[in-house]
């Protein structure tokens, strides 16, 4: 039971991790990203290239991961998104659609349509063993340290720092935001950039756990759209307690209830939007 809730969290975290910059982004930009998946699968190949042909370190492949994203981002943002802002939901969706399918042949072209195996560091790859039937994973408990850091730190950036506090402000009303001389836009941009690094980051974490392949930001949206639907938008508390919820109940269901278990998540998402329909700390952005 322990190991199961200690896989469900490591499970949450990583979900945190690559859907948090989906749910800010979403909340402050209004702007329907289906292809958040494409940024954490770029993270996460970068991770693997660095890792397995150029031989370096594990620890030194996430900040690479994430600045591959994060650039990604900028570029696409500034190429495309920008001009889709003011467009209707439908061609966002449509163009959001074709990206994730652009980029999942690109890289099956690249990398290869099979699963991407890392090998972890030896400092990674023990266990801690605390009691009988209950062994600590090293590399799971690494993640929910980082995860849970990165979380701390995105809080505090919001709610204690100068960038934070215009974005609030550009997130309640980007109109007034603009009159009083913050630059909506290039804050937009910088949060777009760093959603998407978070995801690239959480790709290359969860390498050995996410089992990323070409079909990986189709395979994956579901669960990132499903933690924000639950968490709500534009927060960082509610996509975290929805992943936490949605990770420990998918490996528990797949665990207890094989035959059903791939269907517990959804269960928890209807059963979370019934009682708080607009997420856990959902707020409705104002443009």
């Given at each position: 039971m322990l190991t199961v809730l200690f896989d469900g969290i490591a499970t949450g975290a990583l979900l945190f991790l690559s859907s948090v910059g989906l749910s800010v982004t979403l909340g402050v930009m209004n702007f329907v990203n289906l292809?958040?998946?494409?940024f954490a699968m770029t993270g996460?190949?970068?991770?693997?290239?660095l890792l397995n042909r150029w031989g370096v370190p594990f620890l030194a492949t996430l900040?690479?991961?994430?600045?591959?994203?994060?650039?990604?981002?900028v570029v696409v943002e500034r190429l495309f998104y920008r001009k889709l802002y003011d467009a209707g939901a439908l061609e966002q969706v449509l163009f959001t659609t074709g990206l994730v399918f652009a980029a999942m042949a690109?890289?099956?072209?690249?990398?290869?349509?099979?699963?991407?195996?890392?090998?972890?560091?030896?400092f990674l790859a023990g266990q801690f063993h605390l009691f009988k039937g209950f062994d600590l994973g090293v590399y799971r408990l690494f993640l929910i340290v980082f995860c849970g850091c990165v979380a701390l730190a995105l809080q505090l950036v919001l709610s204690r720092t100068r960038f934070g506090s215009r974005l609030r402000a550009a997130v309640d009303n980007a109109t007034v935001a603009n009159a009083l001389g913050i630059n909506v836009g290039r804050l937009f941009a910088v949060t777009f950039a760093v959603g998407c690094g978070l995801a690239g980051l959480g790709a290359a974490l969860g390498v050995e756990?996410?089992?990323?392949?070409?079909?990986?930001?189709?395979?994956?949206?579901v669960y990132f759209l499903i933690v924000v639907a639950a968490g709500g938008t534009g927060t960082i508390s509610g996509p975290l307690l929805a992943s936490l919820v949605l990770g420990?109940?998918?490996?528990?269901?797949?665990?207890?209830?094989?035959?059903i278990g791939a269907f517990i998540i959804y269960g928890v998402?209807?059963?979370?939007?019934?009682?708080?329909?607009?997420?856990?700390?959902?707020?409705?952005?104002?443009?």
């Open positions: 292809a958040h998946g494409v996460g190949y970068v991770a693997v290239v900040p690479a991961a994430f600045a591959a994203s994060a650039g990604l981002g690109a890289a099956a072209f690249l990398m290869g349509s099979q699963h991407q195996i890392i090998q972890l560091p030896a756990i996410l089992n990323l392949d070409p079909s990986f930001p189709l395979k994956f949206l420990i109940c998918d490996v528990a269901g797949k665990y207890y209830v094989p035959d998402m209807v059963a979370m939007l019934i009682w708080r329909p607009h997420g856990l700390f959902g707020r409705r952005a104002v443009r």
